[in-house]
């Protein structure tokens, strides 16, 4: 192989490279509850947990309406451990020493923790943001666009949540 052969072959490899890097930093980097916990031992940031169904539609919708931004990824994925929690999970998952399950219910059934962090309501999607210590802070119900969902990320992310109230919060920060 010859010299300009090499740097052809070497600059089409970095080209290629270098855009799947930055197709995959237009997705966000979901984890599950194992990986952010061992994660979050590390180094400790809030986790954001979109809780949804096989079956639903607005799930699917802001899946691809609002996950799939390239400024709400980089955000989450900046600022948060993000987990995608299916509510209808069937395996036991242990967080702070304790086991949730899956309860069978009807049709389908749910698992324990989808219930716990939403506070008893199942509706999806549901966004939930945890603290750094793993405290739900709020649980959000139903489709956010992608505008909607950064600003509510970046509410809770800079902890105006602490100090401000949301309908002022929003009012004072562009859309």
Not at 138 to 152: C, D, H, M, S, V
Request: hydrophobic share 35%.
């Amino acid at each position: 192989m010859n010299k300009n052969t090499s740097f052809t072959l070497l600059l089409l490899f970095l080209v290629l490279g270098s855009k799947t890097i930055l197709a995959q930093d237009n997705k966000i980097h979901w984890l599950t509850w194992e990986q952010a916990l061992a994660k979050s031992k590390v180094e400790k940031r809030m986790i954001v947990v979109d809780v949804y169904t096989q079956w639903c539609g607005w799930c699917k919708r802001m899946d691809k309406n609002t996950f799939q931004q390239k400024e709400v990824a980089q955000y989450i994925n900046e600022h948060y451990y993000p987990i995608r929690f299916d509510a209808e999970y069937k395996e036991p998952i242990h967080i702070n020493e304790k086991e949730y399950r899956y309860v069978p219910s009807g049709r389908r059934g749910y698992h324990e923790l989808a219930a716990a962090i939403t506070f008893g309501k199942l509706s999806f999607p549901t966004i939930v943001f945890l603290d750094e210590n793993w405290k739900v802070i709020q649980p959000i119900p139903g489709y956010q666009n992608a505008k909607t969902f950064k600003l509510i990320s970046q509410y809770f992310a800079e902890g105006h949540y602490k100090t401000t109230p949301w309908d002022k919060f929003k009012n004072t920060n562009s859309y």
